[in-house]
C-alpha cells in the first residue's frame, strides 16, 4: 500500500467521525474482555515464559469462546497443535513475522491458519503487528475505495503483506481520529464493527474485487496415470508441492530414470501455482521438500550427502530459508515407489 497522503487521511477520517460512536458502540466487551487480552499482550512477547493454558486461553478469547465449556471441535483440534508444539516454538526464538508464519503453517498443515497465526504473531509483536480479522479488514478496504478510485477490494486477509498494509493504514490514521483519542485499541474496535455491520451491506461490484487465492487443497483431485500420489502421506506445504511435482509431470518424462535439477523442479511448482500465500513458508517448503524430514523420501540425490544436508537444514531453526536456491543445479530422480510403472514390474 502506497503511504496515505494527508487529504485521503482527512477524507477517511471525516467518515470515522460520522459513525464511529454508533459502531464502537457495538464491540462485544463481554465476549471479548480487556483483561486477559492486556495480560497477554505483555507475556507473550516473550514466548518462552508462556505455558499452555496461556495459549489455551488466548485462542479461546480469540475463537470468541470465552469462558465456554464446548465450542466447535476444529477450534479445540488446533488449540491442542498450538499447544504440542509451543515449547519448540519458542525454542527457536522466532519473533519476526515471516519466521512465525513458516513454523506454525507447516504445524498446522491442514487447518484454516492464517487468522489463528496472525493473532499469535500480534501478540508476540503487538507494536509491529496489529490484530487483523476479516471485518477490520474489509473496512480498510472500503475506507481505502473512497479516497481511491482504482483500489481492487480483497474478500479476506491472506498473506503477511494484508497484515502490513492493514498495520500501516491503522497507524497513519490514529493519530487524525481525534474520537479514539490515541488509542489505537479504540479505533481498532470501531474499524472491527464497522467492518461487521456497515461494510457487509455495502455492495463492491465483481471487477473491484481481487480474486480471493485459495490456500486449500483438495487432495482427493489429485490424480496421475504415471504417479502413485496416493503414497503421499503428509499434507504439509513440502507434500503439497511433491504432489503438484507429479501432476505436472503426467505422461511426460515419468520413468524413474529421469533426473532434474533442482531449479527444473522449482520451474515446475513456483510459489504463485500453488496457493502457498507467503514467501518463507513456501521456501521452507522447498527444503523440507528434498530432505528426509518426518520420513519424506521423494527424491534420491546424485549425491546422497545432499539429502542428508536437507533433512538437517529443514531441523535446524536458524536456517536461512532459502537455503536451496545455492543448489539449483544439483540433480535429483523421483523415488521409484512413486512411479506406477515401476510399481508394476515388480
Same mark, same amino acid.
Given at each position: 500500500?502506497?503511504?496515505?497522503?494527508?487529504?485521503?487521511?482527512?477524507?477517511?477520517?471525516?467518515?470515522?467521525?460520522?459513525?464511529?460512536?454508533?459502531?464502537?458502540?457495538?464491540?462485544?466487551?463481554?465476549?471479548?474482555?480487556?483483561? +486477559?487480552?492486556?495480560?497477554?499482550? =505483555?507475556?507473550?512477547?516473550?514466548?518462552?515464559?508462556?505455558?499452555?493454558?496461556?495459549?489455551?486461553?488466548?485462542?479461546?478469547?480469540? #475463537?470468541?469462546?470465552?469462558?465456554?465449556?464446548?465450542?466447535? $471441535?476444529?477450534?479445540?483440534?488446533?488449540?491442542?497443535?498450538?499447544?504440542?508444539?509451543?515449547?519448540?516454538?519458542?525454542?527457536?526464538?522466532?519473533?519476526?513475522?515471516?519466521? =512465525?508464519?513458516?513454523?506454525?503453517?507447516?504445524?498446522?498443515?491442514?487447518?484454516?491458519?492464517?487468522?489463528?497465526?496472525?493473532? &499469535?504473531?500480534?501478540?508476540?509483536?503487538?507494536?509491529?503487528?496489529?490484530?487483523?480479522?476479516?471485518?477490520?479488514?474489509?473496512?480498510?478496504?472500503? &475506507?481505502?475505495?473512497?479516497?481511491?478510485?482504482?483500489?481492487?477490494?480483497?474478500?479476506?486477509?491472506?498473506?503477511?503483506?494484508?497484515?502490513?498494509?492493514?498495520?500501516?493504514?491503522?497507524?497513519?490514521?490514529? $493519530?487524525?481520529?481525534?474520537?479514539?483519542?490515541?488509542?489505537?485499541?479504540?479505533?481498532?474496535?470501531?474499524?472491527?464493527?464497522?467492518?461487521?455491520?456497515?461494510?457487509?451491506?455495502?455492495?463492491?461490484?465483481?471487477?473491484?474485487?481481487? $480474486?480471493?487465492?485459495?490456500?486449500?487443497?483438495?487432495?482427493?483431485?489429485?490424480?496421475?496415470?504415471?504417479?502413485?500420489?496416493?503414497?503421499?502421506?503428509?499434507?504439509?506445504?513440502?507434500?503439497?508441492?511433491?504432489? *503438484? *511435482? &507429479?501432476?505436472?509431470?503426467?505422461?511426460?518424462?515419468?520413468?524413474?530414470?529421469?533426473? /532434474?535439477?533442482?531449479?527444473?523442479?522449482?520451474?515446475?511448482? +513456483?510459489?504463485?501455482?500453488?496457493?502457498?500465500?507467503?514467501? =518463507?513458508?513456501?521456501?521452507?517448503?522447498?527444503?523440507?521438500? /528434498?530432505?528426509?524430514?518426518?520420513?519424506?523420501?521423494?527424491? &534420491?540425490?546424485?549425491?546422497?550427502?545432499?539429502?542428508?544436508?536437507?533433512?538437517?537444514?529443514?531441523?535446524?531453526?536458524?536456517?536461512?530459508?532459502?537455503?536451496?536456491?545455492? #543448489? *539449483?543445479?544439483?540433480?535429483? =530422480?523421483?523415488?521409484?515407489? #512413486?512411479? *506406477?510403472?515401476?510399481?508394476?514390474?515388480?
Amino acid at each position: 500500500m502506497a503511504i496515505l497522503k494527508k487529504k485521503e487521511i482527512e477524507s477517511i477520517t471525516k467518515t470515522i467521525s460520522e459513525h464511529f460512536s454508533e459502531y464502537r458502540s457495538k464491540y462485544e466487551s463481554v465476549k471479548y474482555p480487556e483483561e +486477559p487480552y492486556m495480560k497477554w499482550l =505483555s507475556v507473550f512477547p516473550e514466548p518462552k515464559v508462556v505455558d499452555k493454558n496461556d495459549v489455551k486461553q488466548a485462542m479461546e478469547w480469540k #475463537y470468541g469462546h470465552w469462558g465456554k465449556v464446548n465450542y466447535v $471441535p476444529a477450534h479445540k483440534v488446533i488449540i491442542a497443535k498450538l499447544q504440542k508444539y509451543w515449547t519448540e516454538f519458542a525454542e527457536t526464538g522466532h519473533r519476526e513475522i515471516d519466521s =512465525s508464519f513458516a513454523f506454525w503453517e507447516e504445524r498446522l498443515a491442514g487447518h484454516q491458519s492464517f487468522i489463528t497465526v496472525a493473532f &499469535l504473531s500480534h501478540l508476540i509483536n503487538p507494536e509491529q503487528v496489529e490484530i487483523i480479522d476479516q471485518h477490520n479488514f474489509r473496512a480498510m478496504n472500503y &475506507l481505502m475505495s473512497t479516497v481511491r478510485e482504482d483500489w481492487v477490494w480483497k474478500r479476506n486477509p491472506m498473506s503477511i503483506y494484508d497484515i502490513v498494509d492493514f498495520s500501516d493504514f491503522l497507524r497513519a490514521l490514529l $493519530p487524525a481520529v481525534k474520537e479514539a483519542k490515541g488509542n489505537k485499541r479504540e479505533l481498532n474496535k470501531f474499524l472491527m464493527m464497522f467492518g461487521k455491520h456497515k461494510v457487509k451491506t455495502i455492495p463492491v461490484s465483481r471487477s473491484k474485487v481481487a $480474486p480471493a487465492v485459495s490456500k486449500k487443497h483438495d487432495w482427493s483431485t489429485f490424480q496421475s496415470d504415471g504417479f502413485d500420489i496416493g503414497m503421499i502421506i503428509l499434507r504439509s506445504n513440502a507434500d503439497l508441492l511433491f504432489a *503438484l *511435482l &507429479l501432476q505436472s509431470m503426467d505422461g511426460k518424462n515419468a520413468e524413474h530414470e529421469a533426473t /532434474f535439477t533442482i531449479e527444473e523442479i522449482h520451474k515446475r511448482v +513456483p510459489m504463485q501455482k500453488t496457493g502457498i500465500a507467503i514467501g =518463507s513458508s513456501y521456501n521452507y517448503a522447498m527444503v523440507a521438500l /528434498f530432505g528426509n524430514q518426518r520420513g519424506r523420501d521423494y527424491f &534420491l540425490f546424485e549425491y546422497n550427502s545432499m539429502g542428508a544436508y536437507f533433512t538437517e537444514q529443514a531441523n535446524d531453526p536458524s536456517r536461512d530459508n532459502t537455503c536451496w536456491k545455492k #543448489y *539449483l543445479d544439483e540433480k535429483v =530422480s523421483i523415488n521409484p515407489k #512413486y512411479v *506406477l510403472n515401476i510399481k508394476e514390474k515388480y
